[in-house]
């Protein structure tokens, strides 16, 4: 997104954060209306274009969210999605966007507020490398013409009773209603989301063999030192990089591995 709009989904996540700072408020069932919201925008183009049109005042435009949501979904939702409506918009497509941005959001809120944040975050980061283990996996879980509720079965059976239902309904989400996405990029957003929700970074370390805890600790107090910001490490072993370690965060790589060593001395002699 760019201009009004990343300006108003940045509004939708201050609101939707200063909702869910009552105790009372279910964010994880905010998270299911939000989603069921998306899908109506999804659907409805023309709703989609009336609720972002510039030249319809943002009361306006509210109250008619009101008329169609009042009754259907909670009063938190309502407010959130009025918010968001009389906010301006750079195109009607990024309102969409911005309702399932915060529906997952919603779902980082409501591990952070259960104890289960970090849990989800690894879950995803390791179903992340299972499937790319896997091409027959990943095209079950990406095949369009699949149908939808072979897709949520084998979800359930990867994931059921075996991670966080916050977890599940994130996967769940992203596989039966990618909106455009790939499977790595959608579980790379919402990992992303984790870590903003806790203030911090992601690094993915790939080492030749698994990290000591007091190894991550030296790791990640490092990485931290160098950004200004706590950071949280996805460890990844591949016994290929041979030795040393490999770190990435965001489009910044440091790589100390054996394999990339023997490859920069191999392109000198080449040279």
Do not use: C
């Given at each position: 997104?760019?201009?009004?709009?990343?300006?108003?989904?940045?509004?939708?996540?201050?609101?939707?954060?200063?909702?869910?700072?009552?105790?009372s408020?279910?964010?994880?069932?905010?998270?299911?209306e939000l989603?069921?919201?998306?899908?109506?925008?999804?659907?409805?183009?023309?709703?989609?274009?009336?609720?972002?049109?510039?030249?319809?005042?943002?009361?306006?435009?509210?109250?008619?969210?009101?008329?169609?949501?009042?009754?259907?979904v909670?009063?938190?939702?309502?407010?959130?999605?009025?918010?968001?409506?009389?906010?301006?918009?750079?195109?009607s497509?990024d309102?969409?966007?911005?309702?399932?941005?915060?529906?997952?959001?919603?779902?980082v809120?409501?591990a952070?507020?259960?104890?289960?944040?970090?849990?989800?975050?690894?879950?995803?980061?390791?179903f992340g490398?299972?499937?790319?283990?896997?091409?027959?996996?990943?095209?079950?879980?990406?095949?369009?013409?699949?149908?939808?509720?072979?897709?949520k079965?084998l979800?359930r059976?990867?994931?059921?009773?075996?991670?966080n239902?916050?977890?599940?309904?994130?996967?769940?989400?992203?596989?039966?209603?990618?909106r455009?996405?790939s499977?790595?990029?959608?579980?790379?957003?919402?990992?992303?989301?984790?870590?903003?929700r806790?203030?911090?970074?992601?690094?993915?370390?790939?080492t030749?063999?698994?990290?000591?805890?007091?190894?991550?600790?030296?790791?990640?107090?490092?990485?931290?030192?160098?950004?200004?910001?706590?950071?949280?490490?996805n460890?990844?072993v591949?016994?290929?990089?041979?030795?040393?370690?490999?770190v990435?965060?965001?489009?910044?790589?440091?790589?100390?591995?054996v394999?990339?060593?023997?490859?920069g001395?191999?392109?000198?002699?080449?040279?």
């Amino acid at each position: 997104m760019i201009g009004a709009s990343r300006e108003a989904l940045a509004a939708g996540r201050e609101n939707l954060e200063s909702l869910t700072d009552n105790t009372s408020v279910d964010a994880a069932k905010l998270a299911e209306e939000l989603a069921a919201v998306t899908a109506l925008l999804d659907r409805e183009v023309s709703l989609r274009r009336v609720l972002t049109d510039p030249s319809r005042s943002g009361q306006d435009k509210a109250q008619l969210v009101t008329s169609l949501l009042a009754g259907q979904v909670s009063g938190e939702t309502v407010d959130l999605v009025s918010g968001l409506v009389r906010s301006r918009w750079s195109g009607s497509r990024d309102l969409a966007d911005a309702a399932e941005q915060l529906t997952a959001y919603a779902e980082v809120i409501a591990a952070d507020k259960a104890g289960a944040l970090d849990d989800v975050e690894d879950e995803l980061f390791r179903f992340g490398r299972v499937v790319a283990g896997s091409h027959e996996l990943r095209a079950a879980l990406t095949e369009p013409k699949a149908d939808t509720a072979a897709k949520k079965e084998l979800i359930r059976k990867l994931l059921g009773g075996k991670a966080n239902a916050g977890t599940v309904r994130l996967v769940t989400s992203l596989v039966t209603v990618p909106r455009g996405r790939s499977l790595e990029g959608g579980l790379e957003s919402y990992s992303k989301l984790a870590a903003s929700r806790r203030g911090r970074v992601v690094a993915l370390v790939t080492t030749a063999v698994p990290l000591s805890d007091r190894q991550k600790e030296r790791l990640a107090a490092a990485l931290a030192g160098l950004h200004g910001r706590s950071v949280h490490l996805n460890i990844d072993v591949d016994p290929g990089v041979q030795g040393g370690v490999r770190v990435q965060i965001g489009d910044e790589v440091i790589d100390g591995t054996v394999a990339s060593r023997l490859e920069g001395a191999r392109q000198g002699l080449e040279g």
